[in-house]
């Protein structure tokens, strides 16, 4: 991913670019440029995926012009200002930026909206009217305007779909369906203000839900709509709150309509697993019980239990802790596939908008793991079942391969893999060179002639036992025997 950075403070622009290639998911090339002017040279050798401008910077017609043809290349716009001005905000709604920031910049907020929008933005289709109505509206939601709303018989509500490179397209579906009498519509980047002549609660919530089913029929996603019921407020205190009431999907999903006057009740939660909570997940980790688990997280999106949704991110984080542990106990973090699967788990619950989704997701992957971890204990104990079936049967010239797995009830080819996976050799080796350390006590302790010490100890040919004991001990079988005796008489001597 390429950055440029288009900002007349250095120390800040060198600032943002450290940070961006510390912490950025991509992998990110971050180029600082000064002024428009170099921007219009460099975008001869690249076109960069991201611009973040300082919107002081952008004077000249040429300017708007050169943005814009970035933004139809594919580039998305971020701008910065030093002032909180009106004009500034109204540049960048002309400008069709996915956000404004005003400095100093909110580096976390700045890493999470290029983390999870890099591809949304709001295509050049969109075109905001130009009436003055409009750019009153905005300059008032944008300002710190005095006026009072909902006026009478006014009706404010706010529109966001579940995807936000959808905006377009509902906007204009709104407009063409004309469910509301004289609907006014002002889109932003992940939303739509609505605002229509006053109507009913019940009638209004009978095409609103309309508007839901129909929009989820032809299309196949889902809008929440937040609809103000308050005193009149400024236009701007308004707006957040009827954005605020639309964090409830967090809890409840799509398709509901919310009432700013009726908040959820936010009950305190530690952030932090206690004790307790951790050794439940180790407990239950280990004994594949997935009902423990189930129940410990389903707590969380219980009806009327409701906590502050960053705290439960950095909670399901800590949870993400308890599962990454285990993962490493079995060494899952060494395969590629599941070590894919867990950073996207992990970024879904930093970044998808349901709690009950992410849920599911945690759900889904810690079933795999214990699915995964249940396979290696079943491989372990194969792997000692069949050294404890060599331990008792070496001595039987028959015992093999073949017939510990029909001890174990299962296949030759799945104990040969599994038997050498645990041990580190395969059953046939392992099976000799046992034989041959047990014959070497045979040897030393008993009068059992060469051939015989081959059967006792599993042999059915003594001229391959003397071979292969050679090549194992570097001496032949009788040579070993007299060296083995002639140190033992050497050390009762002393």
């Known amino acids: 991913m390429n950055i440029f950075i288009i900002d007349r403070d250095e120390n800040e622009a060198r600032g943002l670019q450290w940070y961006l290639q510390s912490y950025l998911l991509n992998r990110v090339e971050v180029i600082i440029l000064e002024s428009m002017v170099q921007l219009n040279k460099k975008k001869e050798e690249m076109i960069p995926d991201i611009i973040i401008v300082e919107m002081e910077l952008i004077q000249q017609p040429n300017d708007f012009s050169l943005l814009g043809y970035l933004r139809e290349k594919g580039t998305d716009l971020y701008a910065l200002t030093a002032e909180p001005l009106f004009k500034h905000a109204l540049k960048a709604i002309q400008l069709q930026v996915t956000h404004l920031f005003v400095k100093p910049v909110d580096l976390e907020l700045l890493k999470e909206i290029i983390n999870t929008s890099r591809t949304v933005r709001v295509s050049d289709e969109l075109v905001i009217s130009e009436s003055e109505n409009s750019d009153h509206f905005y300059m008032q939601l944008f300002s710190s305007s005095k006026n009072l709303f909902p006026k009478e018989n006014q009706l404010f509500f706010l529109i966001e779909p579940d995807n936000r490179k959808d905006i377009i397209s509902l906007y204009k579906w709104l407009n063409d369906i004309s469910s509301f009498m004289n609907l006014k ?34 299309n196949d996603t889902y809008i929440n709509i937040a609809v103000y019921d308050g005193v009149p407020v400024t236009l701007n205190q308004l707006y957040s709150e009827m954005k605020k009431s639309l964090n409830q999907r967090f809890y409840k999903g799509f398709e509901h309509i919310f009432y700013v006057s009726k908040h959820l009740v936010v009950k305190h939660l530690d952030p932090l697993l206690t004790p307790e909570d951790q050794q439940l997940w180790i407990t239950s980790l280990e004994n594949h019980d997935i009902s423990s688990i189930k129940n410990f997280l389903y707590t969380l999106s219980a009806q009327g239990s409701y906590y502050e949704e960053d705290l439960i991110r950095i909670y399901l984080t800590s949870v993400l802790a308890q599962i990454r542990r285990f993962m490493k106990k079995y060494d899952f973090q060494q395969k590629p596939d599941l070590e894919e699967k867990y950073l996207k788990l992990f970024r879904i619950i930093l970044e998808h908008p349901i709690l009950y989704t992410i849920i599911q997701e945690m759900i889904l992957f810690t079933q795999s793991l214990m699915k995964l971890a249940k396979n290696e204990k079943e491989k372990a104990n194969y792997g ?96 070993y025997r007299k060296r083995q005796r002639w140190k033992v008489e050497g050390e009762m001597e002393l």
Not at 190 to 215: G, L, P
Request: hydrophobic fraction near 35%; glycine fraction near 2%.
């Open 384 to 479: 000692k079942l069949t050294a404890d079936l060599i331990n008792d049967q070496y001595t039987n010239t028959a015992f093999s391969l073949s017939s510990a797995a029909d001890t174990l009830g299962i296949t030759p080819n799945y104990l040969s893999a599994v038997f050498s996976k645990y041990h580190e050799i395969p059953f046939k080796r392992y099976l000799q060179q046992y034989r041959l350390e047990q014959s070497k006590n045979t040897l030393i302790h008993t009068e059992l002639t060469i051939s015989e010490v081959a059967h006792a100890n599993g042999f059915e040919d003594p001229n391959y036992y003397s071979k292969t004991f050679k090549e194992y001990a570097g001496l032949p079988p009788n040579r």
């Open 185 to 218: 519509m002002y889109p932003l980047t992940k939303r739509i203000i609505c605002v229509s002549d006053f109507v009913e609660i019940t009638e209004f919530e009978h095409r609103a839900r309309t508007i839901m089913r129909e929009w989820n029929s032809i």
